[in-house]
């Protein structure tokens, strides 16, 4: 089953290969000064599959329902802290990763990180440590795992220049701004980039853009193929320091 879905997911990029290009010859080629044109972005219908948006309404359920039960505080914190041994030796113990290309995981929605957590379990996200360790934990242990550290507190970081955050902050606001947020902190379960490590977003915004299938996002695939290496390392940088 998860090889079936690596492999669909390969194809689902081939699929959207030549509509990505489509929209994308109307935009500046990387290089080039003027400020990037990323079309106008559809409605969450269509950046989102129907089944997708079904799977977050649910994993929103399941989170609601956990943190509504009186003594799911303290289940929540003794079950995280026993589950997440392995995990801290990457994302570190404050969800603050020190390890470079690993993302940090402190204050992230967590319907989009319980989701994560979900695509590695079932094969629609591939990590040879992450997809076998989220295959190990139950279903209610994942959602306590996301609100474990949503709860945490992110830190930003200070790498990059003004000149370089406020090249970031343009093509964030064009690109980047109606889904994951004004302040980088998420909306409607997209992921957090509010003090994301920018070696971390650089390397996803690449796999995007590479169409491997390791991402499968077809908006996220126009967005950055539409960026040359110097915007993906300016906008990445411009939200490390957002909180």
């Not at 489509?22 to 044109?37: N, Q, R, V």
């Not at 559809?42 to 994993?59: H, S, T, Y």
Request: hydrophobic content about 35%.
């Amino acid at each position: 089953m998860k090889i079936k879905n690596q492999h669909q997911g390969v194809k689902s990029y081939r699929l959207i290969k030549h509509f990505t290009f489509a929209l994308l010859i109307f935009s500046p080629l990387p290089g080039i000064t003027e400020p990037i044109a990323i079309p106008e972005p559809p409605d969450q219908g269509v950046k989102l599959e129907e089944k997708d948006i079904k799977a977050r309404e649910q994993l929103t359920k399941m989170i609601d329902e956990i943190v509504e039960d009186p003594e799911a505080s303290e289940r929540i914190t003794q079950t995280a802290q026993e589950r997440t041994i392995f995990c801290n030796v990457c994302h570190g113990k404050d969800g603050n990763s020190k390890r470079p290309g690993v993302p940090n995981l402190a204050a992230q929605n967590p319907v989009y990180l319980l989701d994560q957590i979900q695509r590695f379990a079932d094969g629609r996200r591939y990590d040879r440590s992450m997809s076998s360790l989220a295959e190990s934990f139950t279903e209610e242990e994942k959602a306590m795992l996301a609100i474990y550290y949503s709860k945490m507190e992110a830190k930003p970081s200070d790498i990059g220049d003004p000149e370089q955050w406020a090249r970031g902050k343009k093509v964030y606001d064009i690109g980047c701004a109606q889904c994951h947020g004004e302040n980088g902190r998420g909306e409607k379960g997209y992921a957090r980039l509010a003090s994301q490590k920018p070696d971390y977003v650089v390397k996803m915004l690449k796999e995007f853009k590479s169409y491997t299938g390791r991402r499968a996002n077809p908006w996220m695939t126009v967005v950055a193929a539409s960026l040359s290496d110097e915007e993906m390392a300016a906008v990445a940088a411009y939200v490390s320091t957002l909180q």
